[in-house]
Structures are given as C-alpha cells and as structure tokens.
C-alpha cells in the first residue's frame, strides 16, 4: 500500500471523526457519540497497522487530550445507555421506575458532559491531522501487514488459551477482534495461513465479538448498580451520626 493509499484513508478518517466530534457537541446525542467513538476505534485499529512499517520512536499516536476525550464520551454514553436498560426493564416487568436511581444517573451524565466540553476546548483535529500526515512511512509492506496479522493471532490465542476468563481477558479479546474486523479489507488475505479456520470467516468474528459486547453490558449494569448501593449505604450511615 503506497503513501497516497495511506494517506487517503487517514484523510477520510479524520473528516468523519470531525464531523461527528463537531455533531456530538451540541448536546451529546447518544447515537452520535456512538458515530465518534467507533470512527476512533477504526482510526486507532488502522493506526496499529501502519505502526508495524515504523519505529516505536516514529509510531504515530493519538494525541492524549483526545484520548482523554474519547474516554469521558464513553462514561457519558455508559450512563444514557444504562438509564435505558432501566426504564425498559420497568416497562417490561411493570416495575415503578426508580426516580431516585434515575435522577443520580441524570446527574453523573451532567457532570461528564461538562466534564467533556471543557475537554473539547484543549483540542484541534487540525493540528492531530497535521501531526498524523507527517508520520505516515512511505508505504505498508505485505511483509508489515502479515506481521500485524500474526501478531493479532499470537496476542488472541493467548488469551483463549487461559484457563479462565476475567473481565479484563474478555474486554481485551473482544478489543482484538474488533482491530480484526476494522482492518479487514487490509489483512483478509493473510488470515488463513496464521489463524485457526473459525476466524478466517468474518461472521464468525462478528458474531464473538457481539456476544463478549453483550456481557461487557450485563457487567456495567452490575457496576451501575452496585455503586448506586453503596451510595444509598453511606447515605444512610451519615444519617446515623
């Protein structure tokens, strides 16, 4: 892949994520953060990619006041996302819907979407897109792109090969397979020379991956849960004293 290639595909990259980042400013719609912060993940998986033609000293990144950004994006869509799960589960069990709860959850979204605007002020895409332009190498070698594909192999491997999983392992693996998934179109031909025959087939991919994000959702509402307790717990020692 020649640096025009490279070059276009980060081009149209960064002019979507900036589309989405001015959009998601207005009000922080949960469906556009979600817009923004899947162009991030297929930027980041693509960036993974180009990085293995370069030095670690010459790697491009993603600058941190973006990543910082990213990060407090995804607590607010955590919290619109669980407080939907809330109010369906109500509605399909006939449950009153806990008021309480709800105006806590409404309140740590206030807080992260301030949180989120004053973030915004520190960044420039602009200056990220010239940063990125700068760093790209002259080309990515078929020898580079079967190297990050057997790199995916060994690092996914490993972690199906444990003998147990914890939150961390699964997250992580599900991280993997979506790098797969977004860089298809790169690393497709070099799959089934270093992957085992399941994972050659994208369905198959997709299929996993959907089903570790539905368990990464089963324990948010966990933790959601269990620190709205705790709350309610030293509300009420204080009480007492």
Same mark, same amino acid.
């Given at each position: ?79 619109? !996302? /669980?407080?939907? %799960?809330? =109010? ?12 309480? *709860? &709800? ?66 392992? !699964? /997250?992580?693996? %599900?991280? =993997? ?12 031909? *070099? &799959? ?50």
């Amino acid at each position: 892949m020649k640096i025009n290639k490279i070059r276009s595909i980060f081009n149209n990259s960064l002019k979507k994520i900036s589309k989405h980042y001015n959009n998601l400013l207005e009000d922080f719609e949960p469906e556009v953060i979600h817009d923004f912060r899947l162009e991030i993940k297929k930027l980041r998986a693509f960036i993974r990619l180009v990085n293995t033609e370069v030095t670690k000293k010459k790697s491009i990144k993603i600058k941190q006041k973006i990543k910082t950004f990213y990060n407090t994006t995804g607590k607010i869509r955590n919290v619109q !996302l /669980h407080k939907q %799960r809330i =109010i369906q589960m109500c509605m399909s069990l006939s449950l009153v819907t806990p008021e309480t *709860y &709800l105006e806590l959850l409404n309140e740590e979204e206030a807080q992260e979407k301030k949180k989120a605007r004053v973030e915004a002020e520190e960044i420039s895409f602009p200056r990220f897109k010239e940063t990125v332009m700068k760093s790209m190498p002259e080309e990515l070698t078929t020898a580079s792109i079967r190297s990050f594909t057997l790199q995916k192999s060994d690092a996914l491997l490993a972690l199906l090969s444990l003998s147990a999983y914890d939150d961390k392992t !699964l /997250h992580n693996t %599900r991280k =993997i397979l979506k790098d797969i998934l977004y860089d298809w179109d790169y690393i497709m031909p *070099y &799959l089934a020379s270093v992957f085992p025959e399941y994972f050659i087939h994208k369905e198959n991919i997709e299929s996993l991956a959907t089903k570790l994000g539905d368990f990464r959702i089963c324990a948010l509402l966990f933790l959601f849960l269990h620190r709205f307790i705790w709350i309610k717990s030293q509300a009420r020692q204080k009480k007492r004293y």
